[in-house]
Structures are given as C-alpha cells and as structure tokens.
C-alpha cells in the first residue's frame, strides 16, 4: 500500500504543479460559459444586414405578402428564365417562385408547386420561414373566400400548456421541468463521456512515456507492476477529483453571484419601492432560474456524478493502462482502442432515447451495465430514479471496475516489461493467463 501511495503522490504532484493544470482549472469555467454564450450569440444574430431574396410570384396572392425578419423581398414581373438569370446576375439570397394557384378547389389542402432557387443550398430554418410565410398567405386568402368571419376562427384557437408534477410517497406534488431535465441529463452524461477519454488518455501517455524511456525498469525494481498500475490510476484520478471540485466551487460560485446580480438586490430595493410596483425584469428572471434549479435535485446529481466520474474512470482507466503497457507507441494502441471505446460510444449515442424516455427498458437496462452506466445513468438522474435502481447501478459499477483493475493488472504485469514484440489480441490474452 506504501508503495502506491508513493507512486499516487509522485503523479499528482507532477500534475498539479504544471503551469497547464492551474491554466486548464481556472479558464475552463470562465472560457466554457464564454464559448456556449458566443456560439448562442452568433447563431441568432445576423448583424444589421439582411439577405435579399427575389419574389416572382405569378398567382397574385403574395404581392407585398412576405414579412420574414432577416430579408428583404424584391417582388418581379418577368418570366422565370429571366428571373433566374438575373438571380445569376446579381449577389442576391436566392429567388421564390410562385405559379399560378387554382384555390377554387376546397378539398385540395396540399400545395407543392413553389420552387426557391439559390446559388448554394439554404439552411433548413430559411426554408421553414419561406414555407410558413406561403403558408400563412394562402390560409388568408382561402379563408376570405369562404366568407367566414376570421375573427369567430381566431376565436375558436387555443394555446395549451401542460404543467408536469411529481408526486412524492406522501403525496406531495412537486412541479417539474421536462425541459431541464433534459439538457442537466444531456451535459452531464457528456461530460462523464469526456473525461474519460481526457484522463484515460492520460494515463495511456504516462505508461507510455515510461515504457519507452526505459524508466519503468529501474521502477518495477522496488515497486510490483501491479502498484506502479495502480498508483498511477490512483494519482491521474486524483487530479482529475482536484480539477473537478475547482470547477464546481468555481461554478458555483459565479452563478451565485449571477443570481445575486439579476436580483439586483431585491431585499434592499423592496425596502425603498412601494409595495404596489412589480418585479423587475431582472428579477424575474432570477427567481424563475431558481425556481427551474428547485425542480431538480441538484446535490443528487452533483453527489452522483463524483461517484459515476470516479467508477468510470477506474473501470476505463485500467483498460487504458493496460493498452498502454502493451504497446510500444501511441500508433501501435489504436488498433486496441475500438473495444474500448464502443461502450462509450453506445452511452453517448444513446442519450436520445434515453430523454426521449428514461424510464424505458433499453434505458435501464444501459443504466445498469457498468460501462454505459455511467453516462446513462447520469441522463436519467435528472428525472427522478428509483432509489434501488441507482443503488444497484452503483454496486454494479463497483464490481466492474474492481473485476477490470484485476483484469487489467494481469496484462500490464507481462505488457510493461514487453519490448518490440508484436502485440495482437492472442497475445494479450497468453499474457492474461501467463504465470509470473
């Protein structure tokens, strides 16, 4: 145990003290939030320009008609040869043709003669907004003609909303969010799904580095491969605990001050405001995050995430010790990586059925086989999960990876000290068997 612990504390020590890690663990909770803010940003603004877009419409329904944000319509009058060459001719978004529209038919309810004409395919939410524009056209013009009152119609529309409720054993209702359940579900089984390739690939560079500078030899003399294994799992999996915990404080703590912000000091300001005048917009804002934070259980999560992160790590990292001691450089593992990264793969790629319903059998079941639970286990948490099915996920978790450092153990003792030999699977598993 002494000797792991030496081998634990010569990785974290190595790790912490690089001018990457304090880098890596103070920006990545300011650069993230950034990142997402900026991607959000410039994929809902387009700037003060708009595209221009040509209209030739021969039906005579849609002069002036078009209204999208965005673009700017210029409505033609010649053929469509002309107009497409002229759409050739000039540096325009594309062009809407409209036929002429027989709209004496009452049964008909489909139309599909209009055609748009680009340069360069459009994005799907420019042929929504075409789409809908036409559509919403050709309803007015056919409910004129009907003679109906559009006002009884407008009358006759309703908007439903459905609040969700989860009711606990003593019959306590308490609302819930589907809708951030969901996105809490998605980000954490994506985050398990990258650190394990983070810190399992770290430790696969560490063995590595060893192996192949020959310093292993000197290692192994006074420490059993079996604790160089371990110490090193142990120590890069401490790291990652460190850089985890900094985060969340770090999280944590600038929401808070977000929150504290949008409130703008609602304590102090209720005191000097008439009691008649409403919230703020700010504040609203603030106390519906929080209301949306009240629906999800929030320490739950945050507690079985540690536990998934440091289960998933053990399991994975072994294995990537194991590759790593067998091989002789980063060109020679990838040959071993797809049996390694096909469950993780499954996790992440199932993710949307598992929030389409997380309670469904494949989502489960997933949630129980220790290489995909952690991922999907952590899309289901936000959902609500039976007490015995996440205690037996986490049982099951720990005996998996407990049967993988064994497992793994028996490669790296024969791997590590293995040089120039071709490795294929038949050998990895004589090396399995092999007495030492």
């Given at each position: 145990?002494k000797?792991?612990?030496l081998v634990l ?10 001018k990457?890690f304090?880098?890596?663990t ?10 997402i803010?900026?991607?959000v940003y410039?994929?809902?603004?387009d700037g003060?320009?708009?595209k ?5 419409d021969?039906?005579g329904?849609f002069q002036?008609?078009f209204?999208?944000?965005g673009?700017t ?7 469509l040869?002309?107009?497409?060459a002229?759409?050739?001719e000039?540096?325009v ?5 409209i036929p002429?529209?027989d709209l004496?038919?009452a049964?008909?309810t489909?139309?599909?003669e209009f055609s748009?004409?680009?340069e360069?395919n459009p ?7 075409f789409?809908?524009e036409?559509?919403?056209e ?8 009907s003679?109906l ?5 407008n ?5 439903v909303s459905?609040n969700?409720f989860?009711?606990?054993e003593s019959?306590?209702?308490?609302e819930?969010?589907?809708?951030l359940?969901?996105a809490?579900g998605?980000?954490?089984?994506f985050?398990i ?8 690939s770290?430790i ?5 580095d060893?192996?192949?500078s020959?310093i ?6 006074s ?9 090193k ?8 605990v460190?850089q ?17 912000a949008l409130?703008?000091g609602?304590e102090?300001m209720?005191?000097?405001m008439?009691?008649?005048v409403d919230?703020?917009?700010n ?5 519906n995050?929080?209301?949306m934070l ?14 998934y992160?440091l ?6 990292g072994?294995l ?5 001691s067998?091989?002789?450089?980063i ?13 993780i793969?499954?996790?992440i790629v199932?993710?949307t059925?598992?929030l389409q ?9 997933l ?5 995909t639970?952690p991922i ?5 948490l936000?959902f609500g999960?039976?007490?015995w099915?996440l ?11 407990i049967?993988?450092?064994w497992m793994a ?16 699977w ?5 090396w399995?068997?092999?007495?030492v």
């Amino acid at each position: 145990m002494k000797q792991i612990f030496l081998v634990l504390k010569r990785e974290y020590s190595t790790r912490v003290k690089k001018k990457s890690f304090l880098l890596a663990t103070i920006l990545i909770p300011l650069i993230f939030p950034a990142v997402i803010f900026g991607i959000v940003y410039l994929g809902t603004n387009d700037g003060d320009s708009s595209k221009e877009v040509y209209v030739l419409d021969e039906s005579g329904y849609f002069q002036d008609s078009f209204s999208n944000a965005g673009y700017t319509y210029t409505y033609l009058t010649s053929n469509l040869e002309d107009a497409k060459a002229k759409l050739q001719e000039d540096d325009v978004y594309g062009l809407i043709h409209i036929p002429e529209i027989d709209l004496d038919d009452a049964s008909k309810t489909r139309y599909s003669e209009f055609s748009f004409y680009s340069e360069t395919n459009p994005g799907n939410q420019a042929m929504k907004n075409f789409e809908s524009e036409i559509k919403r056209e050709l309803e007015a013009v056919k409910l004129d003609r009907s003679g109906l009152d559009p006002a009884v119609i407008n009358s006759l529309k309703v908007s439903v909303s459905l609040n969700s409720f989860n009711l606990s054993e003593s019959g306590e209702a308490k609302e819930s969010n589907t809708n951030l359940s969901s996105a809490v579900g998605y980000v954490f089984g994506f985050l398990i799904y990258m650190f394990i390739f983070i810190y399992g690939s770290q430790i696969m560079q560490s063995v590595l580095d060893e192996k192949t500078s020959r310093i292993v030899e000197v290692i192994v003399s006074s420490v059993r491969p079996f604790q160089l294994m371990m110490g090193k799992v142990l120590g890069v999996g401490a790291v990652g605990v460190t850089q985890l915990l900094i985060w969340i404080v770090l999280m944590v703590t600038l929401f808070s001050v977000g929150i504290t912000a949008l409130g703008g000091g609602m304590e102090a300001m209720a005191g000097q405001m008439p009691a008649e005048v409403d919230m703020t917009q700010n504040q609203e804002i603030a106390a519906n995050i929080q209301g949306m934070l009240d629906t999800i259980p929030v320490a739950q999560i945050v507690v079985s995430f540690l536990f998934y992160f440091l289960g998933a790590y053990f399991l994975y990292g072994a294995l990537y010790a194991a590759i790593g001691s067998a091989v002789d450089s980063i060109q020679d593992a990838q040959q071993f990586m797809l049996p390694i990264m096909l469950p993780i793969i499954v996790g992440i790629v199932s993710l949307t059925f598992v929030l389409q319903d997380p309670h469904s059998p494949m989502a489960v079941t997933l949630s129980m086989i220790p290489f995909t639970s952690p991922i999907v286990m952590m899309a289901r948490l936000p959902f609500g999960v039976p007490t015995w099915q996440l205690l037996l996920s986490m049982v099951l978790l720990v005996l998996g990876f407990i049967g993988t450092i064994w497992m793994a153990g028996r490669i790296y003792r024969v791997g590590i000290l293995m040089y120039g030999a071709k490795v294929n699977w038949k050998t990895i598993a004589k090396w399995f068997t092999m007495k030492v």
